[in-house]
Structure formats: C-alpha cells, structure tokens
C-alpha cells in the first residue's frame, strides 16, 4: 500500500511541474519523461490490440468476405464524391500521424477524405508462391504470419510498422534488395479503385501500364485496395558475417563486390565514420552452430547497431546465427539510431532489462505529441533522408553526405533497379545496381542550414542519376523533381485515368515547396 501512495506522490509532483513548466517545455526538453511514462505503455496496447486482431480475423478466415464488402463502400464513397460535384481533391482518410513519414500531411484538412479500413492478410497461396494483402497491413504482421508457417518475402522492409500501401505507393528496400530489387519489384498485381468509382486489378500483362505507375504514385492514381506479393521458403537462421573495414575507397570496394555476389542472400553497410565501416553479409540457413546463436530481437539485448560497433572497436570479423525474423527486424528496436535522440540511456542495460520490452514507441504516437514547436526544431536541425545512388557513385555520395550533413551511421543497402516503365529506372537500358544511403540524426556539418543543405545534396543525386525517397522532406521545384524522376508513364496515366481532378499530382502532395 506505502508503494502505491509513494507512486501516487510521484505522479502528482510529476504532473505539477509539467503545470509549472508548461507541456510544451517538457515535450522538448526532458521529452524521455513524456515517451517513458506515457508513449511506450501506450505503444504496447497498440501493439497488443492490432496483434490480436490480425490473428483472430485470419484464423476465422472472414478477412475476404470484409474485405469485399469493404472495397464496395470505398466505391461508394467515391461515386458520392463525383456526384456532389468533385470539388476538392481526395486523399485516404486515415490520420497523418499514423503514418511512419516524418512528414506531416496538411492535405488532409482539404482533401475529400475516403475512409479506408483494409489491414487484413486476404490469403496465402503457397502454389503460386504469393500472399494477397490490404493496404494497411504491416511488415510486423505479414512476418509474424508467413514466418509461422514457413514462408516470407523477398525484400522485408525494417520496420514493423512500414504498410504495403505506403511500400507500393512509395517505396521499400531491405539487405536482400540486390538480389529482387526495390519492394515494388516482387509485387506481382495491384488492386485500385479509380477516380470513377471503378475497381481494376493490373498486372505486368494486364493494364500494364498502370502496373508500372502506382509505384512512387503516392496514391494519386487510385486508391490501393489490395495487393499480390510474391513469397519464398523461409529458414530458421540467417548466417551473418560481420567485416570491419577502413578506409572510405576500401569500404566502397568491400561494399561493391559483396553486392555484386548473388551468393550473398543479405548486404548491409554501417558507416560509422567517413573511413570506418562494418560490412555485413548473410544467408539463410536451417542449421546453426549452437555456441553462435544471437537473437538479437530479444528486448534485453543491445541494440543491434551497437552491436555492429563492437566488432569495429574490437578491429575483428565476427560469424553469427540469427534467428530470421530477429534479422528482419534487427533496426525496429532503437528505430535504426533514432531512439538515442529521444531516450539516450535506452541502450543502457538497467533500462533494456526493465522496460526494454516496451520499446520501441510507435513513430505515430511521436507524432502526434510532438507539437509545432518541435517538429520545427526536428526540422532545422535533424535528417531523416535516404538516397539511392548508382553503386559507382558510392564513394563521391559519401564525400557529399559528409560534406553536405556529416551525419553518421549511414545505412548502406544495395538493390538492382531493372530497366523498367515508371517513375524510376536506370539512365541505360539495362539493370543496374544502385545503394541506398540512409542519414538519419543530428547533422554535425557546422555549415549545416536544412533548406540550402539538402537542396545542395539533391543536386548532387539528380547529377548521377540518383533518386530520393518521398516519405521525406523534398526541397526540390516543379522543374528539378521532374528531372529526377521520370514522368511521362505517370502523366500519360493520369490524363487517362481522369485523376487531375480527382487527385493532386504527386509532387503537390509531397514536396515542401509546394505544401508551404
């Protein structure tokens, strides 16, 4: 009884000095406190609810039937939509700050809201090797699923909470991507629902042309309702080999030719500093030696980028059996490196026994307590970019990284991009094997001013035929995005499809230029 008052006390001295001090202030300052007590309880409900839903909604196999009814009410909404006059543009009406974009979406205060309620696994065929999946569904979800039975995707985007639609619509890449390419690139057909109300599925045979423009579309060519994706034999472990290198041309040479090697089933780089890096490669594996096995997933273990580092401070090359789906999710915990900004004792070991089990909080609960105040100062002064360059250009990229924002670890992580219709392909007409360079943090650059920085680095990816990932913040114009990305498919699609009055074009949605 004597704990619980003391507790009680604790809560009431607590929530006085947040009178005192103003909510705003302690968001900002001692925003640990605020993510402690309050998000990651929070994020664990969520987690709990969604889990079990997912579960009881498959196993009852009602997910197809819901799914059909579902679909015929977004037609509806749709057909209303055109009949009241088609006055403003449509969006999908789940909040912004659901979303694991960092950016904040404006539009929908503007924008006809359709309500779109589809985060259900439709089916899993093992004959045709595909499972059918609504928009909402998360990575978390799909692995926890296919890994219990024996199956998994190609390329696993990281994070538990990254949607399929967000993945088709934008983009999604993992360690395997050098092998199967970019997430879009294992999608075999795509279910839409249309500016008229209609629901068309396309194929790289059928409506191909739409096929190859939802990718990067960014929900302004309909409204993604479904989607087929393919699926391979799982194993129990992943192999992974750790190889520190130094040296920024050595890195880039390491980096290069275990990508180029179709042995490797996983390629993955942290740059820890321009001339230190851990090289990482994996394969799948049902057997592991026992001495050797690390699962990394469990809440008590060090975050898996500290657990890189060790190799690299030690200078040795180190052999680990992963457990699969810990290796798919290795970077959800610490959110790559994101959570020691927010709880920078989170990797301490008294904290990852205690409450390590709580971790991660959901990026949508971040933001939507994060308030103006800080999601200005983020914006100033925190990076959360990733740029795919072609491979040959990997060691100028780094040079203009750390010139530009001097932001480390980088994220390394090789994919083939085909020579394919759409917004994205390479220069020639043949595959070619790019990197994604991934900067997240505080940028250390005393030069550092986000607008003219990131605007100089933009530059710099357009010049080498490189790409940038739209969940973040664009600074680009009308003129430079259209250089970078190719779009005649996706406006030849749009006059077609009728989507300029119904949707706005994806570079009025996304970049700040055009928000502001």
Not at 94 to 111: A, D, F, I, N
Request: proline fraction near 4%; charged fraction near 20%; aromatic fraction near 12%.
């Amino acid at each position: 009884m004597d704990s619980v008052v003391y507790l009680g006390g604790l809560v009431v001295l607590f929530l006085l000095w947040v009178k005192v001090k103003g909510l705003e202030y302690v968001i900002i300052h001692q925003r640990w406190i605020f993510v402690c007590l309050f998000l990651l309880p929070l994020s664990v409900i969520f987690d709990i609810y969604y889990y079990l839903r997912a579960w009881v909604i498959f196993k009852m196999c009602s997910a197809p039937k819901l799914h059909d009814q579902r679909v015929k009410d977004i037609q509806r909404q749709v057909r209303e939509w055109k009949k009241e006059g088609s006055k403003t543009y449509m969006c999908t009406g789940r909040p912004g700050w659901l979303t694991v974009s960092l950016r904040v979406g404006k539009y929908k205060k503007t924008h006809k809201n359709i309500m779109i309620n589809l985060m259900d696994i439709l089916e899993v065929d093992t004959k045709r090797q595909v499972v059918r999946v609504e928009p909402l569904a998360n990575m978390g979800q799909v692995t926890a699923l296919l890994n219990s039975i024996g199956w998994t995707l190609p390329v696993l985007p990281e994070l538990d909470d990254l949607t399929v639609g967000g993945l088709v619509m934008g983009t999604g890449i993992e360690s395997s991507s050098h092998i199967y390419g970019l997430f879009q690139h294992i999608c075999v057909a795509y279910e839409l629902v249309l500016a008229d109300g209609s629901l068309v599925r396309c194929t790289a045979e059928e409506n191909s042309e739409l096929f190859y423009a939802v990718p990067w579309s960014c929900g302004t060519l309909g409204f993604l309702v479904a989607a087929e994706i393919r699926i391979i034999p799982a194993r129990r472990y992943v192999r992974l080999r750790y190889e520190p290198v130094s040296g920024l041309e050595k890195i880039c040479q390491k980096f290069s030719s275990e990508s180029a090697n179709k042995k490797n089933q996983f390629v993955e780089g942290l740059v820890y500093s321009r001339d230190q890096a851990v090289i990482m490669t994996g394969v799948m594996t049902e057997e592991a030696e026992s001495d050797k096995i690390n699962s990394i997933g469990h809440y008590y273990k060090p975050w898996f980028y500290k657990h890189v580092e060790s190799y690299l401070r030690a200078n040795r090359s180190g052999v680990e059996y992963i457990p699969l789906r810990h290796y798919y999710h290795r970077h959800t915990r610490s959110i790559f490196w994101e959570l020691q900004d927010i709880i920078p004792f989170g990797n301490h070991p008294a904290f990852r026994y205690l409450f390590g089990w709580m971790v991660p909080p959901k990026i949508s609960l971040l933001k939507l307590t994060q308030g103006e105040t800080i999601r200005k100062l983020y914006e100033q002064h925190h990076v959360v970019q990733d740029m795919l360059v072609p491979m040959k250009h990997l060691e100028q990229s780094i040079s203009a990284f750390h010139n530009d924002i001097n932001v480390y670890p980088l994220w390394l992580c090789p994919f083939v991009l085909p020579s394919q219709p759409g917004m994205v392909h390479p220069k020639g007409n043949e595959d070619e094997l790019y990197v994604d360079i991934g900067a997240y943090g505080e940028p250390s650059s005393k030069q550092f001013e986000a607008q003219a920085s990131m605007r100089q680095l933009e530059k710099f990816v357009r010049g080498v035929h490189g790409f940038q990932m739209l969940y973040a913040d664009v600074y680009m114009n009308r003129e430079e995005f259209w250089e970078m990305f190719d779009g005649s498919l996706y406006q030849k699609l749009r006059e077609q499809l009728n989507c300029k009055e119904a949707f706005p074009e994806v570079y009025d949605k996304i970049c700040k230029s055009a928000r502001h």
